[in-house]
């Protein structure tokens, strides 16, 4: 995978950061560092199970993609994604009860339940949007021909 060391760093600050917005209920800083230590530089490995409040920060890079948590507070959520890549790609948020690898297959899947996205996200950019989520299951996807395909989505979840 490219830019690993980058995507590192991009996710464990985009933890820290979300450790210190919210209410006194989020979890504690060291939590957070413990959770950011999670993140290797060789895989990306498993995404912490924070709650984010009201920000959810992540990246896009050589097929895949990784939110900053798995798990998001209601309400009005910006979500800022970086491209680690060398091509574009986008972010399109769906609400639906199916995982995320389960959308469809083909060059492109259906975008039905879209409530937003980010897209024409060019290489090294990063680009955010603000959506009102609901409770419930989200999947992340980039769909830009071929790219779903070869693995770019994500699953999150909207709690109350």
Request: charged share 15%; hydrophobic share 45%.
């Amino acid at each position: 995978m490219k830019n690993a060391s980058t995507l590192a760093f991009v996710i464990g600050v985009g933890i820290l950061g979300l450790a210190g917005c919210g209410s006194s209920d989020m979890q504690s800083a060291s939590t957070a560092t413990e959770a950011a230590a999670t993140v290797s530089a060789a895989s990306p490995g498993p995404v912490p199970s924070l709650v984010a409040e009201k920000a959810l920060s992540g990246a896009v890079y050589e097929w895949g993609v990784l939110p900053g948590a798995r798990r998001v507070r209601a309400g009005n959520v910006k979500l800022q994604f970086h491209n680690l890549d060398q091509i574009e790609h986008e972010l399109v948020v769906i609400r639906t009860a199916r995982k995320a690898a389960d959308l469809g297959s083909g060059a492109r899947v259906s975008e039905a339940g879209s409530i937003g996205e980010i897209g024409d996200l060019k290489p090294n950019a990063s680009g955010v949007v603000t959506l009102r989520l609901r409770p419930g299951h989200y999947a992340l996807i980039c769909n830009i021909a071929g790219h779903y395909t070869n693995g770019m989505h994500a699953d999150i979840d909207v709690v109350a």
